[in-house]
């Protein structure tokens, strides 16, 4: 069967509902951010304005710019609903930011109907939101995620298949492949590799021993579409999750803080949504190195406490010793219980 995997991608997403919320932001350079640009509006972005920009050097480009702080928890409550719509089409699904996420097709839609559920997705997405999204269809999600940045905003774009895939890309700039940042697209350029088309001279023996197992692998396999992740929905409830990934990454203990506080929330929600009790709770941080680490902890027993499970998080939170800027930050409740009698025994104990 035809692999179909789609990428959905929200466009502006905290600057698109801002100007929701108040029509005199429209067609105005915006971006949503106190000291650093989290989302800039199409009109700010043709200043150059963009994201992990200081907002006192935006307002240098554009002094018109208008600057709003960030509302996560309206952000989040938007995300909400349109998950929420997702989940009515299938639960293959991963979302892996409140904007974006990977939706598993196969079997669902028909091979020649690909461009026409892609339309009808993000106009429903439009309907229910009044905001638009980009939707990219491939054969893994590789191809999906590279296939949604083609026709920004609110645009489609569908990769039939590896050949399609590879003469699409192969005469783009080397950032397109996921993974290249600045940092090491800078450090591909003193290697002359400019353009995908570059790499592929290249053994992958080669590109491991010149940047590693998992940049090398990476570029290797990218550069020819070959890509076997799946998408990681929850099948049985084992463990509830959320992480979140940050193009501007976190550099202090305020925005760490900042940031922990709304990825509990919205994931304790989902707990209580389930109707289910934890009895392990995991944190995930990725620096902007790449080294990613996680910690867990077995609580003596289950639990939806909101309090206790937050107390408990935090200290793990706060065990580690930052290395370097956070680009991820992901937790986890794990140990999942049904038994509704369990939340009789926490009480008691946590009088003792």
């Keep these: 069967m035809e692999r179909i995997i789609m990428h959905y991608d929200m466009d502006a997403f905290y600057a698109s509902i801002e100007i929701n919320r108040n029509s005199k932001l429209k067609n105005k350079p915006l971006v949503v951010g106190e000291n650093i640009v989290t989302t800039a509006s199409y009109e700010a972005r043709k200043y150059g ?60 839609v028909k091979p020649e109907n690909k461009i026409q559920f892609a339309l009808k997705f993000k106009e429903r997405i439009k309907e229910l939101t009044n905001l638009t999204c980009s939707v990219g269809m491939g054969f893994n999600k590789l191809s999906a995620k590279i296939a949604s940045d083609i026709n920004k905003p609110f645009g489609v774009y569908v990769f039939e298949n590896e050949k399609n895939f590879v003469e699409y890309i192969s005469d783009k700039k080397i950032k397109i492949i996921p993974g290249v940042g600045r940092k090491f697209s800078e450090i591909l350029k003193h290697d002359k590799i400019f353009h995908v088309k570059d790499v592929f001279k290249y053994s992958l023996d080669y590109l491991v021993k010149k940047y590693g197992k998992s940049r090398g692998e990476n570029l290797y396999c990218s550069v020819r579409g070959i890509n076997h992740d799946e998408v990681e929905y929850e099948r049985e409830i084992h463990s509830i999750g959320n992480e979140e990934t940050y193009s501007i990454p976190l550099q202090t203990t305020s925005e760490l803080e900042r940031e922990f506080n709304s990825l509990f929330e919205y994931t304790y929600q989902r707990l209580i949504k389930n109707n289910v009790f934890s009895q392990s709770i995991t944190v995930k941080i990725r620096y902007t190195s790449f080294k990613t680490y996680t910690k867990s902890k077995k609580l003596k027993f289950a639990t939806r406490d909101k309090e206790f499970l937050y107390n408990e998080m935090l200290e793990l939170l706060n065990s580690f010793e930052q290395e370097d800027e956070i680009r991820l930050l992901g937790i986890y409740f794990g140990d999942i219980k049904r038994n509704t009698l369990i939340q009789l025994s926490i009480n008691e104990s946590l009088k003792k």
Excluded: Q, W
């Design 49 to 108: 304005i963009h994201s992990a920009m200081k907002v006192s050097d935006a307002k240098l480009l554009c002094p018109k710019l208008i600057a709003i702080p960030v509302d996560k928890k309206e952000y989040i409550r938007i995300s909400n609903e349109i998950h929420n719509l997702i989940l009515k089409i299938t639960n293959k699904v991963e979302f892996i930011a409140t904007d974006e996420g990977y939706i598993d097709l196969t079997g669902i």
